[in-house]
T-cell receptor, first 113, second 114 residues
Framework: DAMVIQNPRYQVTQFGKPVTLSCSQT?????MYWYQQKSSQAPKLLFHYYDKDFNNEADTPDNFQSRRPNTSFCFLDIRSPGLGDAAMYLC????????????FGPGTRLLVL | AQTVTQSQPEMSVQEAETVTLSCTYDTSESDYYLFWYKQPPSRQMILVIRQEAYKQQNATENRFSVNFQKAAKSFSLKISDSQLGDAAMYFC???????????WGAGTKLIIKP
């Protein structure tokens, strides 16, 4: 089945130690998104890629970076994680048009010690 | 700015009964899309139903249907014959026609009583 895959499902890192979360998709969608979701809250969009074009949300901290080496893969890098960055990180994809549905991966839960 | 409001932080329903989750939104746009997403305790966000604003007909997906009232800017979700597997957080989301960003409501936690 076509899907959005996130690895790892759980990630523990130390305060200030860089961490990378990965997302891959077999849907062949050209738009990929990264969201941060804290407990019992709605997801918050960090950035998205339309093909190779990177779009950063205005309030996304500089601590968060992203890479998309090809259509299938997208990475979220947190350069110096703080305690406030502990959250669920969701990857989503959609196909082209603005109104297209976003399909989500299972998420990576990040714990910062 | 567009906003989405879900006024019910939590709802409960007896198994096999019907429940309606409310969602209102504020926009000056005429073309947009509305979504209901479900997020069970496993945390994967799953699309329940989608509605295009230009369509008069309410969307339905099996036991899930919406009551879309464009003039009133209301988009409620009705779940018929509730099942234990319907227990989840339900998010209403809005997306305007010219933007990739989803505007999310705060969510409604749905509890199913056996």
């Amino acid at each position: 089945d076509a899907m959005v895959i996130q690895n790892p499902r759980y990630q523990v890192t130390q305060f200030g130690k860089p961490v990378t979360l990965s997302c891959s998709q077999t849907l062949n969608h050209n738009v990929m998104y990264w969201y941060q979701q804290k407990s019992s809250q709605a997801p918050k969009l960090l950035f998205h890629y339309y093909d190779k074009d990177f779009n950063n949300e205005a309030d996304t901290p500089d601590n968060f970076q992203s890479r998309r080496p090809n259509t299938s893969f997208c990475f979220l890098d947190i350069r110096s994680p703080g305690l406030g960055d502990a959250a669920m990180y969701l990857c989503a994809t959609s196909y082209q048009g603005f109104g297209e549905t976003q399909y989500f991966g299972p998420g990576t839960r990040l714990l910062v010690l | 700015a567009q906003t989405v409001t879900q006024s019910q932080p939590e709802m409960s329903v007896q198994e096999a009964e019907t429940v309606t989750l409310s969602c209102t939104y504020d926009t000056s746009e005429s073309d947009y899309y509305l979504f209901w997403y479900k997020q069970p305790p496993s945390r994967q966000m799953i699309l329940v139903i989608r509605q295009e604003a230009y369509k008069q007909q309410n969307a339905t997906e099996n036991r899930f249907s919406v009551n879309f009232q464009k003039a009133a800017k209301s988009f409620s979700l009705k779940i018929s014959d509730s099942q234990l597997g319907d227990a989840a957080m339900y998010f209403c989301a809005y997306r305007k026609d010219s933007n990739y960003q989803l505007i999310w409501g705060a969510g409604t936690k749905l509890i199913i009583k056996p």
